[in-house]
């Protein structure tokens, strides 16, 4: 069986998909087998992989409107371990196009059982929105993990985050966990980040993870390369900090 | 008569909020009456110039979906010669309540058309999609200001941005302009920086601003005191900036 965890926050440019990349990777080096589902129309995770967006790419797009299968439209990556479903901006359209379609918000969940047993994690990386493909990822996982940075607009954002979680929760009657509150883009030297990492501490308590993902250059150019930062800076900060976070997302779900 | 201008891209966290607040406040600096329209669900621009999100906000929700007029919902701020048509999260459920509706991508310029005397210089801060709210927003533009980081994902989404341009122009027979190119966050100190921003001159030419928008803290700190960064901290890089920014705009509007 795979846990599956949706990495999620409506806000923008917090980085899920820098989260979702790294942390795929990070566990793949662990002789885990992850998927990364990207559901996100500007399909970052798909170009930060380095896949190239044909005309003819099989995409994310396919599973939720032409009812393809996701074996027939997973690719491989460069890393050992990790493959990827891929996205791109067919899916802009999506939430209209399924309009009037019966449980619509689970086409995801239902696709995502036939490949359950090939992969140990499958993560969705989600567009900035609280819209149907968000709602697909969040009725498809077992926990969300919610990257943020530490700033106003960031900390505004998450309680609406919540109130879907709950809204998910009782009327689909979904049993969503919280994989971790992730602080991202971590600058310790400003005031407001140790501020608002204050305040999230201590509305989240526990479920902030450990690990802090500082802010780090080398995270920003590693997808103009086509690769995760522990194929482009395995030494760097950024690296680092993804691989700790895998350890301990491991270590939470041994003792789940 | 007032020039609507759409800040918009679909990538998030770029600063669109930010260039909004800010350039309306520095607009309304120099003696010109400025209408902020907040149209995402997030509601960014309108906490941060101050204003509370009580249950009885009157906000663009009532304007697109209950027919009330801008001049009912329309609200002052700290900021003299600058309103605000506020934004909650109602507006989530937005782009399928209008399914179906007719012309239901100019409501908002039907609507902006009743205060069009009030106001010289109508700014439109937009979510982080090509949604209907974009849509409408880039429908009731004269033209487009694009705020971008200079890192990679944030290169790749422009393409698509500028697609949606040409379809708004040809199927809609809108004549939208671009008023320019923003770079945002701007730190000179590294070359993925220099380098996207070298690859954004050569693709938009004279479409970049020359003002640049250096990364300042002080431009984070602000929106947590509810004001823009002309009244929070006038001295600062990001003051500065913004200035600068507003003086550009009106320089390029005047040669129009
Ligand atoms: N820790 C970090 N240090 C430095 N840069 C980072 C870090 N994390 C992400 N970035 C950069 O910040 C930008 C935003 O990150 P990213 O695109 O991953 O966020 P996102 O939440 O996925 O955005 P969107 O809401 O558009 O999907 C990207 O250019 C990314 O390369
Ligand atoms: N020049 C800057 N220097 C430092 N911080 C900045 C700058 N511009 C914006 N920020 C901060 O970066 C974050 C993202 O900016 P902002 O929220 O304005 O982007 P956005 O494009 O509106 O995001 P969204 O896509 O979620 O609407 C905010 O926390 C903001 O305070
Ligand atoms: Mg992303
Ligand atoms: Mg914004």
Redesign the pocket.
């Known amino acids: 069986m795979s846990r599956t965890i949706a990495i999620t926050n409506?806000?923008?440019?917090?980085g899920k998909t820098t989260t979702a990349i790294n942390l795929a990777a990070a566990l793949a080096a662990n002789d885990i087998s992850v998927l990364l589902v990207d559901s996100d129309s500007q399909g970052n995770s798909t170009s930060g992989l380095g896949i190239q967006k044909d005309a003819d790419l099989r995409t994310i797009y396919n599973i939720l409107v032409d009812d393809m299968e996701i074996a027939d439209c997973v690719h491989t990556t460069e890393v050992d371990g990790l493959d990827i479903l891929p996205a791109d901006k067919n899916l802009i359209g999506v939430n209209l196009e399924l309009v009037g379609i019966e449980n619509r918000e689970s086409i995801l969940k239902r696709k995502l059982l036939a490949v359950a047993d090939k992969y140990q994690y499958i993560l969705i990386d989600c567009p900035?929105a609280l819209d149907l493909l968000t709602l697909n990822a969040l009725m498809a996982a077992d926990a969300i993990l919610v990257p943020i940075?530490c700033?106003?607009?960031?900390l505004e954002?998450v309680s609406e985050l919540m109130d879907t979680v709950d809204r998910v929760r009782e009327s689909f009657g979904h049993p969503l966990q919280i994989e971790g509150i992730l602080l991202t883009m971590y600058d310790e030297r400003t005031t407001l980040t140790r501020q608002v990492a204050a305040d999230l501490r201590e509305f989240f308590g526990q479920d902030v993870f450990k690990t802090v993902i500082p802010r780090n250059i080398r995270l920003a150019e590693a997808p103009s390369h086509g690769q995760p930062i522990l194929m482009y800076d395995p030494g760097s900060k950024g690296s680092e900090a993804y691989i700790q976070l895998a350890k301990e997302v491991l270590a939470n779900d041994q003792k789940r």
């Open positions: 409506q806000k923008g440019g917090v900035p940075q700033e106003f607009f960031a954002g």
